[in-house]
Nanobody
Framework: QVQLVESGGGLVQAGGSLRLSCAAS????????VGWYRQAPGKQRELVAA???????NYADSVKGRFTISRDNAKNMVYLQMNSLKVEDTAVYYC?????????????WGQGTQVTVSS
């Protein structure tokens, strides 16, 4: 069981920046994929960014060039640097971890952190 705790959300003006942090309860080397999702009111949860252990990164088209996912393996931390924020980035952001074991995928989620971008 991987526990994930997000922090760093808040209220920011359009054009500003925020950095979200996600602390994992175990070594992220053991996690196959770490990622950030978001869910705006009335909308489905969507992938924002993901990083594969030993592999590359993937971003939603809407955040490419503005958001960056990174990992600090020594601290078991995952970050999402968000620049040039837009009002439409307003959502609850969730940290996600996927572990693959014996060909089965196990999904873990944090509790979410609110990001509000004002115009």
């Amino acid at each position: 069981q991987v526990q994930l705790v997000e922090s760093g959300g808040g209220l920011v003006q359009a054009g500003g920046s925020l950095r979200l942090s996600c602390a994992a309860s175990e070594s992220i080397f053991s996690i196959n994929v770490v990622g950030w999702y978001r869910q705006a009111p009335g909308k489905q949860r969507e992938l924002v960014a993901a990083a594969v252990t030993g592999g590359g990164t993937n971003y939603a088209d809407s955040v490419k060039g503005r958001f960056t996912i990174s990992r600090d393996n020594a601290k078991n931390m995952v970050y999402l640097q968000m620049n040039s924020l837009k009002v439409e980035d307003t959502a609850v952001y969730y940290c996600n971890a996927v572990k693959v074991f014996l060909s089965r995928e196990y999904d873990y989620w944090g509790q979410g952190t609110q990001v509000t971008v004002s115009s």
